[in-house]
Every structure is written in C-alpha cells, then in structure tokens.
C-alpha cells in the first residue's frame, strides 16, 4: 500500500484526546525504528548532528527541554527534506558536578589512599542534609568512589532518556555514548597522545588558578566574576635609602603582604618616576622587593603603584611572568597559609608569619589587618568597595592561585603570531556558519582575549586518566621529564592501576621503576571531541567519510567559549577541518525577574510537572515561539497557548475528515484528486497554502523555526474559524452545487489538512502523528515536507486574495449575531454586504457558501470605498428553539 494512502473512517476516534499520546507514539517509534540512522547512503543525503551531551548528574531543567526541542525542529524538517539523519544522543558523566552529587547522595569522599574493598556497601543511598556535610562522609577509596558514580549516573542517565522520549526527541538510541565509557577514554586518551606527540599538549609547573574546595586547577573558559564587598587597605612600604619615607598601596588582599615580590607602576606615572629602579620594605614583614614600571599598572586605580604577590589574581601571573620575579608561596592547595616562608628573615617578620599558618584566607586577612593597624602601617579605614572576583563556575569559594604541574592544550592563548594558532582559530570562526550570525563576535572575542593555554589537567577521580608515567629515578625522585607513554593499541588505560611497557606493578613508586600521573582530563576535554567520540574516527573510517565534519552542532550561547570552542580546537587540530558547518545557538530561560535559570540559582523548573500537564505539544510549541540566541521568559502561557493549539489540531482534523472521502489523487502528489478543486474558494485556500508553504520552507532552510511557526499557525487557525464553517454545508452537498460542490470542498481540505500536518509535524509532534493514524499509512515524520507547487497547479490560477475576502465576509455575518446577542444558528432575512470594487466578485464567486453560513434568506453585494467587508442594513430573523430539557 502508498504509505500515504487513505485509511477506512473507522480508525477516527469519537472523543480525540492529547492524553497518553507521548508514551503510545514513543513505543510505537521505538519499534518501528522510525529514526534509524541508515548507513547505506552517501554523504551527501546525510544530516548529521553533534548533540550536546546534558550532564548526568541529578535531573533535567526546563533549559534542558527548551534547547533540545529546538534542535530537534531543525532534526525533523531536516528529514522531510529527504534527508538520512545522524541524531546521537550522549552524556557527560564525568565531572564535578558528577562527584559532588555522589557524596551528597551515598555520604562517602574518595581518599585514594584507601584500598579497593569488594562488594562496598555505601552508608547512604538517597541522601540527605547530613550525608552533604564533609565531616560526615565516610573516605573510601578511589576505585571504589568511581563506581559508585558509574551506578548513579546511569540510574540519571535512565531517568534522562525517559524526559527526552516524553519530549519526543527524534534521536536514535542506539547511538548513545558516555563520557566515561571505553570507546570515550580511548578516543580522549588517543587524541591526548596525539596532541603530545604534535608538541601541542605540554607539561608544566605555573601558577594555576585554583579551587581551594575541590582542590583542582581550573581553566580560564570555567572560571566567572562574582561581585563581592571587599575593601582597600592602604598600607605603607618602607624606602630603603634611609630616608624612612612611606611608599602607600592600596590593596583589596593585605593578607598577601608576606607573598609580596615588587611593586609596579605605570611607566609614565610621574609620581613615581624616581622610584624604579629602588627598592622598598613591606611592612610587618619586613622583605626587600623592587619598584618596577609595566604597562599594566593602572595610575587610576587606588594609589596608582599596586604591591606584586605570588599570587593574588592573574595581572599578577603576568607580572610576575613578565618581570622574572621570584615565586613566594603562601597559600596552599587547601586554601589555607603554609608552614615556612624562608624569604622572611627578620625575627619580627617571621613571627608574625608564624600567627598566619594554618589560617585561611579570611583569617589571615583579619590578623594582618589587624597587625598593621597596631603597628601604624595601615592608615586610615578600610574604603569599603564592592568588586568582582574570579570563582570557579561551580564553586563556592573564590580562586587561589597556587603554583602546580599541570598539562594544558594549545589554543592560541600563547600563540599570538601572525598566521598562529590564535589566527587560525579566528579565521574558523569566520568560517562557521551562525545562527544567529551575531554570535560569531562572541566566539571572536573570546579566542582574542585568551590569557593563556588551556589548562586540561584536574585533580579529581572520576575522569578518564591522563594516559602517561613518570620514570622514577634511582634516588626514587620522580622524573617528570622522562614521559612514558602506551601505545594506541592498549588504550584505553588507567596509569594507577596498569603499568607501562617494560615494567611490572613491583616497580611502581620506587627507584629505578615509575609513578602514575595521578590527574584525570578536564570534563571538556572528552566532551570537546563528541563529534569524534560518535562518529568512528577511530574504527569505523565508513561511518566516519558518512557523517564526518558533521552538519550542526546546536548549544546555548554560554557555553561557546567552552564546548563549542574547544571542540573546534580540538578537531583544528587533530582533523585540520572545523567539526561541523552549521552552529545553532540558543538563549537561556529567564525567571520572572529576568534572571537566568541554573540549578546553582536554584530557580530552575523541572520538565516533568510541565510535560504532565500542559503536553509534550504544548512544551514544544513554546520552545519553538522563540528566536535562536534570544533569552526566553518562562511562559507557561504559551505553552497553554500551544495545548490548545493541539487539542484544536485533533479536533479541527476530525471535523474536516468528517464530510466523507474525497476523491483520490491518481498522481499521489496530493491527499485527494486536485482536479475536484474547482470552487474558486477552495482554490483560493490552496492558492494561500502554496504561499505559506513557501515562506515556512524559506524560514526552515535558515533555521529559522520561530518564523516557520508565525507563519504556519495563523493559517491554521484561520483555516478553523473560517474556511471550515464556510464550506462545511457545501462539503455535506447541501449546496445548490450538489456532488461536484461537495466534491471540490472536501477535497480541498483533505489536501489543506494533509499539508498543514506535515508543516506543523517538527513542532507538534504527537497531535500531527495522531491525526495522521487516522486517516494515512506510515508516520508524518517520515513524509516530505510539502511543496507550493502542486497547490499552486491545484489552484489553477485562482487569487489567494479572494479567500481573504471571503474570510472577512464571514466575520462580518457572524459579528451581527454576536452584537445581537443570538446564536449563529439565526436567520438573516436579509443582509448587505459592502467590499472595494475589484473584491465584490469575490463575494459573488462565494455567495452560495456565504448564505449558508449566514442562512441568508436575501444577500445582495455591493461596492463601497476601502479596503474591509462590512455588512449593512442585516434583518435579524427568530432564533431558533432552544431544546427542551429533559
């Protein structure tokens, strides 16, 4: 059978309801592996799609749905556009978030110390306030905390799909990924051993921005301001020269005084001129540093000269870099100030160090405070100020900068030459194509103002390993220049639990033999390769030539300076091509206060409630209403608006499937035979559809499918309102026409109907597929997306304005008995109705359908100046008997 054929009657249902439509349309997608990717075609048929892999870690919010609905409107059209669609679906286990939530929920913390226990039972599983609280988490080891995390992500992962098939998310599941999972590490360990072996992945020992909680580096793409109070302390250095004259500063940190290593001052500060070159004393502290002039140090901002610590925020990495200043370390990894400092050698200097040991930050900075105040060298109060200050994106605390071996990634933070690496990605950015285009500035600037290469080591444990060891040498100190590597075919590997070639587990971490490196990668720096990770760039070199660089990559705007960048770095560099042609961007959702809703704001809503009860349709429509890269408010209005919307779909379907079967279409272009189509009406009304076929497939080619929506859905509703009522007599034969009036108006509104389900199909995507059932074989989703011409052929010529004015005419017959205050079932003894000259033969052409929508006894037309139908001198007959209550 014609996949498009018509079904028996039998198969409408008498009450159509949007109830359980989700889970009926799903299991039968499922079955019929309605999207499928199918290997066997070329590149060129293929749609191919890098979808962002959500987080595993807790429950989907509404920002979840919003973008991935959007995504998955330019999926679907895709594939009516004839199109094989590549649509993977993965998750990104690994990770902090992961970690944390892993604590909270089983109360544990990972010591790598401990050994591995079998059969580990947790001491919660569910969580609660206390199984939160640090103090309260059982350590266990390493092995055993990283199992823990594969278990409850995938019981996440499993609750995650169950909303993305609720959603109706046209991905095929089966080829879904992990972050974490064997294919991923070897791909992430591959591409790491790759990039070391091109020189453009490199060790080494710097100041690193620091997360004193999680105790792990952190990269500059994760890193965000936060406006904090602060003050100015203006404390005084000592000249050397005898004079005992004060040099004052002005500092937010004066905790930092003993990690002083300079002072700095614009080179063409005047006030300071005589200074460089000199030297001064810090106060308490009692240490010699220099006065140094740099272009940086700005003469506006407090005291115009700023003390250089080691290390108090980045300006003063760069200083410190640029100067060749000595490192003086106070802060260590846990946020709190170290045992020694040797450069302090003055009785005085040193016991006062000696108050700040151990002290965190907030601690120390009161002592000193309160230190210099008793000694004279602060001067003045504090100047209370409010300024941002660098936290990691999912920290609590804000960013040390500690000194630390790391790895980092070359992505032209370092390589600013002409032709470089940094111009390179640039010009990669000029070569995507944006959605909107705007964004491509946002992706400029960031690579423009990188400070540095991308730091892709972490402290943590549950992440695919950095695939290298150390050799140890016969003093049993680590070599950190003699690199031991595997080869591809052992990946992917865990270095704390396998050995390098050559040698045996005995020899791990003593002379003569090895040490791990105990780091895992940044969480980006595997996602950053989904476009690799599905598409066999290591085995599977068909697939890859099939899908590979891939058609979009679809993501919000806040995350272009890191998923969207690195995985353009990272194929730049391993594929020489960009990983896709197409990126389209999405906005945040804003809360009623116009603030973006993040589970770290906690005003995040969840998807379920929302799906329960406004329907998948109505969630989608929502969606799918806003502009690319524009931030949306939460509307849950509009999404009543598209419920509705739905509801009238199955309801206006089955009116219109109602009058009886139309004629056949020999041809099969179209739902019933367009040669039916003889009343000017009813090609008028195709005549228009050809017109809102065009523009939402011109809308839909530029990803546009808001616009494709605003000008689908008024057609439809006038297509309801008006057209339906006016023809609905005729299309029964109740009209002087007889069969061939019947004939030509059901068989416009089968081909009317036919067409607007497949143009609302990518956004209404079970009330469309329902409604298809009914009435045809196969699903919508798989039928080509309609096309103007054989409605403008169906059309024969016909004006599209005639339909319109005609619709006008119909309002203005139904407003005199709504102003009457009588149902529309009322006669009109008589009515004249009033339009510009050249649309008065539109009304004759629809006379027979007006008197009986209108159940006018006398009509006469006439012309009258303007543009609108108006109606005149109407006689209002007796309302029809209401029926008798039983």
């Known amino acids: ?30 079955e019929q592996q309605l999207y499928a990717f199918d290997r066997d075609t070329t590149r060129e048929q293929v749609f191919s ?29 895709q594939r009516m556009r004839g199109k094989n669609c590549f649509y993977p679906m993965g998750w990104d286990d690994n990770g902090l978030p992961t970690e944390r939530r892993v604590q909270n929920y089983y109360g544990v913390r990972c010591d790598p110390s401990l050994p591995y226990v079998e059969d580990f039972e947790p001491p919660h599983r569910g969580g609660n306030a206390q199984t939160a609280k640090p103090q309260n988490q059982m350590p266990i080891s390493r092995r055993n905390f990283i199992e823990l995390c594969l278990e409850l992500t995938t019981e996440d992962e499993k609750a995650f799909e169950h909303v993305f098939r609720t959603l109706g998310l046209s991905v095929d599941w089966s080829l879904g990924y992990q972050t974490i999972d064997d294919t991923s590490r070897r791909v992430s360990q591959k591409a790491f051993l790759d990039h070391y072996a091109a020189g453009t992945a ?3 020992e710097a100041p690193t921005a620091w997360d004193v909680t999680f105790r792990t580096a952190v990269a500059q793409a994760e890193q965000e301001d936060k406006d904090l109070p602060g003050a100015y302390h203006r404390l005084g250095f000592t000249k050397t020269d005898g004079s005992g004259q004060k040099v004052f500063i002005e500092t937010t940190r004066p905790e930092l005084l003993p990690a002083c290593v300079a002072l700095v001052a614009h080179p063409d500060d005047e006030r300071y001129q005589d200074l460089f070159g000199t030297t001064v004393t810090s106060p308490l502290f009692g240490v010699e540093v220099p006065v140094h002039p740099h272009p940086l140090a700005k003469p506006d901002k ?11 925020d980045a300006t003063d990495v760069i200083w410190w870099r640029e100067l060749e200043l000595p490192t003086r370390a106070v802060i260590g990894r846990d946020g709190r100030f170290l045992a020694d400092a040797p ?29 210099a105040t008793a000694s004279g060298d602060l001067v003045g109060e504090p100047t209370k100020i409010t300024h941002p200050v660098k936290f990691f994106e999912k920290g609590d605390k804000p960013l040390e900068y500690v000194t630390s071996r790391q790895w980092y990634f070359a992505n032209g933070g370092r390589d600013t030459e002409a032709g470089g690496l940094r111009e390179q990605l640039i010009a990669r950015g000029r070569e995507l194509d944006w959605h909107p285009g705007f964004m491509e500035s946002r992706y400029r600037n960031w690579v423009e103002n990188l400070a540095g290469d991308w730091l892709v080591s972490r402290q943590r444990f549950f992440g695919v390993p950095i695939p290298v060891w150390y050799g140890v040498d016969e003093h049993g100190e680590i070599d950190y220049d003699r690199i031991l590597t595997p080869c591809a075919e052992q990946l992917p590997v865990d270095p704390t639990l396998d050995a390098p070639d050559g040698f045996t587990e005995e020899q791990r971490d003593q002379p003569g033999g090895f040490t791990a490196d105990p780091d895992v990668l940044d969480t980006w720096a595997t996602s950053s390769l989904s476009p690799l990770l599905v598409s066999g760039w290591l085995d599977d070199a068909e697939l890859f030539e099939r899908v590979y660089p891939m058609d979009l990559r679809p993501q919000g705007h806040d995350i272009i300076r890191t998923w969207l960048f690195s995985t353009v770095v990272r194929s730049h560099l391993l594929t020489n091509s960009l990983p896709w042609s197409t990126a389209s961007i999405n906005g945040w959702i804003l809360d009623p206060d116009r603030k973006k809703m993040s589970k770290s704001k906690g005003n995040v809503v969840t998807p379920v409630g929302l799906l329960e009860q406004h329907g998948t349709d109505g969630v989608r429509y929502w969606a799918g209403r806003a502009r690319q890269g524009a931030d949306t408010a939460f509307d849950e209005g509009q999404m009543k608006i598209g419920r509705r919307l739905a509801i009238k779909i199955l309801n206006a379907s089955k009116f219109a499937l109602g009058f009886g079967a139309a004629p056949a279409d020999p041809t099969g272009r179209l739902a019933a035979d367009p040669s039916a189509v003889t009343d000017p009406l009813d090609r008028a009304l195709l005549a228009r559809l050809a017109e809102v076929v065009e523009q939402a497939t011109a809308a839909q080619d530029a990803l546009d499918y808001a616009r494709a929506l605003e000008i689908i859905e008024p057609f439809f509703w006038a297509f309801c309102d008006d057209y339906i009522e006016l023809v609905k007599e005729r299309a029964h ?22 067409v607007q389900l497949r143009l609302f199909a990518p956004v209404v995507v079970f009330a469309t597929e329902e409604v298809w059932s009914w009435w045809r074989e196969g699903s919508v989703h798989t039928q ?24 006008q005419a119909a309002i203005a017959l139904r407003r005199i008995k709504s102003d009457a205050k009588v149902s529309q079932k009322t006669p009109l003894l ?5 339009a510009a000259e050249g649309a008065v033969p539109h009304l004759e052409a629809a006379r027979g359908d007006l008197v009986a929508l209108g159940r006018i006894e006398s009509l006469e037309l006439g012309a009258a100046d303007g543009e609108s139908v108006r109606a005149e001198d109407a006689e209002l007959g007796e309302p029809p008997a209401k029926p008798a209550r039983r």
């Open 1 to 30: 059978m014609n996949e498009t054929a018509p079904r028996p009657d039998s198969a409408i249902p008498d009450r159509p309801s949007l109830e359980g439509l989700e889970e009926k349309w799903d299991r039968v997608w499922d």
């Open 49 to 77: 799609v890098d979808t962002p892999p959500p987080t595993a870690s807790g429950a989907l919010h509404i920002g979840h749905v919003f973008g991935y609905s959007q995504a998955d409107m330019i999926v679907r059209y």
């Open 202 to 204: 490199y060790q080494a």
């Open 302 to 312: 407090g005291a115009g000269i700023a003390m250089i610590c080691t290390f108090g």
């Open 343 to 371: 450069w302090i050698t003055t009785a005085e200097g040193r016991a006062h160090y000696a108050e700040l040991v151990g002290k965190t930050v907030f601690t120390a900075q009161k002592l000193v405070v309160e230190k």
């Open 733 to 754: 034969g109740n009209s002087p026409r007889g069969q061939a009036g019947a004939d030509s108006a059901r068989a416009a509104l089968a081909i009317a109907l036919e």
């Open 784 to 807: 080509p997306w309609p096309e103007a011409a054989p409605l403008r052929e169906a059309a024969a010529g016909q004006e599209a304005a005639l339909l319109d004015t005609v619709a």
């Open 830 to 834: 008589s009515v004249r109705l009033l």
